[in-house]
């Protein structure tokens, strides 16, 4: 993979205050995103998932495992950002909002091979930038193999039943093939037919006989770690107040943490524009709530080159907990870009 050296010009965030207007166009993410995620700020609401594999308006919700819907949200995305309409869920008048973009792009040519026995109908991938979102059918078979167009081994995957009510299934590379999370507030689960008990190569992902997987039709978001660009990776808590340091090699722009093991408990999320420097607490969202954006005082610290917990709030450091996270960068550690090498700096 090549090493990125403007991050955004794969993943952004962008922030804006409803008008109630229908056809209001959200512009400034800086490219014509595949992946958009809506979360209100400022009073509850489902969080939204559209993409351009499934189309829009076609909707799912990490907080809930209903099926798709085609309510009328989102209504296009734009060489710029997005299209949404009146819904409260996306557009209230004078409500806050926040929409988390990514961009992936080919459509065409993914790589399968002799051991690949689904090959997904439509598709997404960047192999610069580490994702692939694959929309395939399950054949209820243990040991199916699913090709992602990654080029490279996933670290996390994401997939939801796109017309089941399964959970979300949530497979890590710190979790390993015998388990796998849900958009929920449980620790990490034990299913082999979720994953098959088989780790996923450069070609394909491996499902077994789960509803969750491999039963129906269903949408995949999968993610490799890309130098300067993102993380997929683990920590251990150590419930004290100047908390764990956590080593990404970039400055990140946003940070998603679920503890595993020790207790059961939220996901949480934090961003750079919402949160945009370091202070005495972090306002934070929840992908498996549809609560509004809360503050902690138990922070999280964007830092040149990693993200940094305090406190012993068991969500992010919790002492002898084990944790997950995915991250994407706002800026790498040094990048090139510019007159020679240039270190980042903190918040």
Not at 163 to 177: D, E
Not at 250 to 271: C, E
Request: hydrophobic content about 35%; overall charge negative.
């Amino acid at each position: 993979m090549a090493i990125i050296d403007k991050p955004s010009d794969y993943f952004n965030t962008v922030l804006w205050t409803g008008n109630g207007n229908a056809g209001t166009n959200i512009t400034g993410v800086g490219f014509q995103p595949n992946w958009v995620w809506i979360k209100r700020r400022s009073a509850v609401e489902f969080n939204v998932w559209n993409d351009s594999v499934r189309g829009v308006p076609k909707n799912l919700y990490s907080n809930s495992t209903q099926v798709q819907d085609s309510g009328n949200l989102m209504s296009a995305i734009i060489s710029d950002g997005f299209t949404v309409q009146t819904d409260n869920s996306v557009n209230a008048n004078s409500s806050t909002y926040v929409a988390w973009n990514w961009l992936a792009g080919t459509t065409s040519g993914i790589a399968t091979n002799g051991a690949t026995t689904i090959t997904p109908a439509a598709y997404s991938f960047n192999q610069t930038s580490g994702i692939s979102i694959v929309n395939y059918d399950g054949n209820d078979t243990a040991g199916a193999k699913v090709a992602h167009g990654l080029g490279t081994t996933p670290d996390m995957m994401i997939v939801k039943a796109m017309n089941s009510t399964a959970h979300w299934a949530i497979y890590h590379k710190a979790m390993g093939n015998t388990h796998y999370m849900q958009f929920d507030t449980n620790a990490q689960l034990d299913d082999a037919g979720v994953w098959n008990d088989t780790s996923p190569d450069s070609v394909n992902f491996t499902v077994g006989q789960s509803d969750k997987t491999n039963l129906v039709t269903y949408i995949a978001y999968c993610f490799a770690d890309v130098p300067n660009y993102s993380k997929f990776g683990s920590y251990v808590g150590n419930g004290d107040n100047s908390g764990a340091f956590i080593y990404t090699g970039f400055k990140p722009a946003f940070v998603m943490i679920k503890i595993t093991a020790g207790q059961t408990d939220n996901w949480i999320m934090q961003d750079n524009k919402i949160n945009s420097f370091n202070g005495a607490s972090s306002q934070r969202l929840r992908p498996n709530s549809s609560g509004a954006e809360f503050s902690s005082s138990n922070e999280i610290d964007l830092l040149s080159n990693g993200f940094k917990t305090h406190g012993n709030d068991g969500e992010i450091n919790g002492s002898g907990y084990s944790y997950i996270y995915m991250a994407f960068a706002e800026n790498p550690f040094v990048t090139s870009t510019g007159n020679g090498s240039i270190p980042t700096t903190a918040r």
